[in-house]
Nanobody, 114 residues
C-alpha cells in the first residue's frame, strides 16, 4: 500500500525559510522521479519541483533560486527547502511521483504572512 506523508509546514514571516519532508512507502522509491506540488486556496494543484532518480532537478520559474528539492533514497524521503518565502507561496504542499501516480497524502500547510 502506497503512503506519502508530508510534514514540516507552518506559519512563517515573509523572507523566512522552511524545510518540508515527504516520507514514502509501498513502492520502489529509488526508481521514481519525485515531485512537490502545491494547492493554494481556491486554485488548482500546481507542480513546484521535481528530482529525478539520478538527481536532476527542475523547478517552476516562480521558485527558482529560492527552493531546493532533494532526496534520500535510503530513507525513502524527498525534501523541499524553501528560502525567501513570499505570501504567494502560501498553499498546502504535497509530494508524489513526477506523474502524480499515487494517491495523494494529507499535505502540509505552509502559510507565509506577517
Amino acid at each position: 500500500q502506497v503512503q506519502l506523508v508530508e510534514s514540516g509546514g507552518g506559519l512563517v514571516q515573509p523572507g523566512g525559510s522552511l524545510r518540508l519532508s515527504c516520507q514514502a512507502s509501498g513502492f520502489i522509491f529509488s526508481a521514481n522521479a519525485m515531485g512537490w506540488y502545491r494547492q493554494a486556496s481556491g486554485k488548482q494543484l500546481e507542480f513546484v519541483a521535481v528530482v529525478g532518480n539520478g538527481g536532476h532537478t527542475n523547478y517552476i520559474d516562480s521558485v527558482k533560486g529560492r527552493f531546493t528539492i532533494s532526496r534520500d533514497n535510503a530513507k525513502k524521503t524527498v525534501y523541499l527547502k524553501m528560502n525567501s518565502l513570499k505570501p504567494e507561496d502560501t498553499a498546502v504542499y504535497y509530494c508524489n511521483d513526477a506523474s502524480g501516480t499515487y494517491n495523494w497524502g494529507q499535505g502540509t500547510q505552509v502559510t507565509v504572512s506577517s
